[in-house]
């Protein structure tokens, strides 16, 4: 599925996933692009992969996600008793990735001699 850039691919691995839950899955991984700055909204890959584990009559699910970003590669990944409730948690936990990687990228820009770098430094000498 792709929508202005992003594109997300959704499996199931000993689990056959039905509409309701790939468009769940799919609204958590489209919610994440708003974290995403404009550029890495357009080059950036989501796959979340859903997996059965754990017994007969004691089903967990495994929700993995992975977001491949233009300089770097995200993972999360979290079991719980229902498919839904893997994805609310490996989705917060990417959240917070993404946020972190926009921070570092920030200051990367800054830190490095990036345009607002060199701004301050002309004021400076003024």
């Known amino acids: 599925m792709s929508e202005s850039g992003l594109t997300i691919e959704i499996t199931g691995t000993n689990y056959e996933l039905n509409d309701r839950e ?22 950036a890959f989501v796959s979340a992969k859903i997996t059965r584990i754990g017994q007969p009559g004691e089903d967990k699910y495994q929700c993995a996600m992975v977001v491949t970003l233009p ?5 999360a990944s ?40 060199r701004i301050k430094a002309s004021l400076r000498r003024k």
Do not use: F, W
Not at 24 to 38: F, G, P, T, V, W
Not at 85 to 96: F, N, P, Y
Not at 104 to 116: K, L, Q, S
């Open 22 to 43: 790939r468009k769940y899955i799919d609204e958590k991984c489209r919610k994440l692009a708003n974290h995403m700055s404009a550029h890495s909204h357009k080059s």
């Open 78 to 117: 979290e079991v719980a008793e229902t498919p839904t409730a893997a994805t609310d948690i490996t989705e917060e936990k990417m959240q917070r990735q993404i946020l972190k990687y926009k921070t570092e990228r920030r200051n990367d820009g800054v830190n490095r001699g990036g345009i607002m770098a």
């Open 71 to 75: 300089d770097k590669t995200l993972n």
